[in-house]
């Protein structure tokens, strides 16, 4: 079995400045990884995703991922936010990239 | 591109009585994935269908029943509603064949509100 954790639940940022979602997981044998963005009042969006390869993962909106198997994270981050990226992100991981378990999501709060 | 679409969007139901939730998933893809997500809580996974068969099974209550048709299209059947059935619910689809790309596209949900 696969489980994840974000280790912070709210992450207030300056815009324009960068920010960074921390992810941690644990599983038995080779998993892929997802971030996913929820707006409010919307659906999951796919930020990005390792399934494998380079361990630095490019996303869409200007967000990358590291996947460090050593330390088990899949960290999220984005050198500079804009008040849109307000949102709860979320981690998730699967172990044959069938379903999905996620973390209990990050909101994340960009002040101007 | 055509998106998951699920239907109806928004349902509120007294205690007690049934609800039926419909997924349609994007052309093509051939696996259907139910999630459910409390208030403030992360979504948990419900039930998948691959090829119209289960293909895995998550925390889902014997109230919930849910299958995938011919059209690929799939239904939540939700009975007994209790209050803490109150969430969004998203249906999520991928394609396994020939070529899996590990990702699955998420539905806007549909919102079940319990009295």
């Known amino acids: 079995a696969q489980s994840v954790t974000q280790l912070d639940s709210q992450v207030p940022v300056f815009e324009e400045a960068p920010v960074e979602l921390r992810c941690n997981y644990s599983?038995?044998?080779?998993?892929?990884l997802f971030w996913y963005v929820q707006y409010p009042n919307q659906g999951l969006q796919l930020l990005l995703k390792y399934l494998s390869g380079s361990t630095l993962v490019k996303g869409i909106n200007g967000f990358e991922a590291e996947f460090n198997k050593s330390q088990t994270s899949f960290h999220l981050r984005k050198p500079s936010v804009h008040i849109s990226d307000t949102a709860e992100y979320f981690c998730?991981?699967?172990?044959?990239?069938?379903?999905?378990?996620f973390g209990a999501g990050t909101t994340v709060t960009v002040r101007a | 591109a055509a998106g998951v679409i699920q239907s109806p969007r928004h349902l509120i139901k007294e205690k007690r009585e049934t609800a039926t939730l419909k997924c349609y998933p994007i052309p093509r893809h051939d696996t259907v994935y139910w999630y459910q997500q409390g208030p403030g809580q992360d979504p948990q996974f419900l039930i998948s269908f691959y090829e119209k068969m289960q293909s895995d099974k998550g925390s889902i209550p014997d109230r919930f029943s849910a299958q995938q048709f011919s059209d690929y299209h799939s239904e939540l059947n939700m009975s007994s509603l209790e209050l803490g059935d109150s969430a969004l619910y998203f249906c999520?689809?991928?394609?396994?064949?020939?070529?899996?790309?590990?990702?699955?596209?998420f539905g806007p949900g549909t919102r079940l509100t319990v009295l």
């Open positions: 998730a991981v699967s172990d044959q990239g069938y379903k999905l378990s």
């Open positions: 999520a689809s991928s394609r396994r064949r020939p070529l899996y790309n590990n990702e699955q596209f």
């Open positions: 599983s038995s044998v080779s998993v892929y």
